[in-house]
């Protein structure tokens, strides 16, 4: 297993559709585990395919809620199915960031509720119902994989935040990477 470089903003493959995965093989295998081990090193909860330079339709994810359940896996070719979106206003708890916008976070407001449904390693397809974070989760990974990151949802306000940052930093180019215990960004 290796830790990956993560793309940054302004690469190409962030900013596209990704393309379907063809087999489920040892190769995929092996991406599969070094993009688990890349999410736990940055540290995040989630990481797409697109993220670590791959445009595949693939994403891992790993949180633990706050009674202490584990949710893990890793969804290939997903299909994802949203609640309605809430009307409320928002909060700090809706505050998200990304790895490929290395600092910034913003609130944005995602559906509470989320049925992926996908293949697994083992080349079976399964269903997740998920609420909450979880749900968060599966919304900002699934993302990536049509090209669209967190902050092109964003209000214009908090949109021109993160533009600020992202210029700040001196991101939005190709060719951008960072390596999670290696390079020195707030992730």
């Known amino acids: 297993m290796a830790v990956l470089p993560i793309c940054i903003t302004g690469e190409p493959v962030l900013h596209t559709v990704a393309s379907e995965v063809s087999t489920v093989d040892d190769e995929l295998r092996t991406l599969v585990a070094d993009m688990v081990e890349t999410m736990h090193a940055a540290p995040g909860v989630g990481l797409a395919a697109p993220q670590v330079g791959i445009g595949k339709r693939l994403f891992v994810w790993s949180w633990t809620d706050e009674d202490g359940v584990e949710s893990s896996g890793v969804a290939i070719n997903p299909t994802l199915?949203?609640?309605?979106?809430?009307?409320?206003?928002?909060?700090?708890?809706?505050?998200?960031?990304?790895?490929?916008?290395?600092?910034?976070?913003?609130?944005?407001?995602?559906s509470q509720a989320a049925i992926l449904e996908a293949t697994g390693l083992d080349g079976e397809r399964f269903r997740i119902e998920a609420t909450g974070w979880l749900a968060r989760i599966f919304q900002h990974e699934y993302d990536h994989l049509d090209g669209i990151l967190y902050a092109d949802r964003l209000d214009h306000?908090?949109?021109?935040?993160?533009?600020?940052?992202?210029?700040?930093?001196?991101?939005?180019?190709?060719?951008?990477?960072?390596?999670?215990?290696?390079?020195?960004?707030?992730a």
């Open 157 to 186: 306000r908090e949109w021109k935040s993160i533009e600020k940052a992202i210029k700040k930093a001196r991101y939005g180019r190709p060719g951008l990477t960072w390596t999670p215990g290696v390079d020195d960004v707030d």
């Open 81 to 110: 199915w949203i609640a309605p979106l809430p009307i409320d206003e928002v909060t700090e708890d809706d505050e998200e960031g990304c790895l490929s916008i290395p600092g910034p976070r913003e609130a944005l407001i995602r």
